[in-house]
């Protein structure tokens, strides 16, 4: 089994219940044990601002699927809860990316992993900090990325 990390956004309609079904698919899917839920936070609309409030979690799983298998997963996810890509970074009911996965690295234009944002976006480190701490990513532990950036706009639920 292989430690991922992944990120869940929601800011449309039932956003509790789109992240926790969104869960619920994670851990009824085989090869896959969810071993991690952080809290929820609300957080301001990140790039295109101009959208309701984000609530946000992040996902500590064991997996046995490969870092492609686990994107497809993830992309099934945000399919079967009607994920629609109008705006870049726009309004939806669910995302799921992938932060990292074990010590695979990738940056080709379909999988960016450890995700190339990740450690600019305090709505990602302040759950992932919950969960793993002294996860390194890019050198350093998710605590010292954490005291890097702007946490003002994460509410924590």
């Known amino acids: 089994m292989r430690k991922a990390y992944l990120s869940l ?10 992240l926790e079904r969104a869960v619920e698919i994670l851990n009824q899917t085989e090869n896959i044990s969810v071993t991690g839920v952080s809290s929820f936070y609300e957080t301001d609309p990140w790039g295109y601002e101009d959208q309701d409030a984000f609530l946000n979690i992040v996902v500590g799983l064991d997996t046995n699927l490969s870092p492609q298998q686990l994107l497809t997963k993830c992309q099934d996810i945000e399919s079967e809860l009607k994920r629609v890509r109008l705006i870049h970074w726009g309004p939806r009911t669910i995302d799921v990316d992938i932060l990292t996965f074990e010590d695979y690295t990738s940056q080709s234009a379909e999988l960016s992993v450890p995700h190339p944002r ?35 706009g994460i509410r924590k639920i």
């Open 9 to 18: 956004g929601s800011n449309i309609g039932e956003r509790q219940n789109h």
């Open 118 to 152: 990740m450690t600019e976006r305090g709505f990602v480190l302040v759950p992932l900090h919950e969960l793993a701490p002294e996860l390194i990513v890019n050198g350093k532990k998710i605590s010292e990325w954490l005291l890097e950036v702007d946490q003002t």
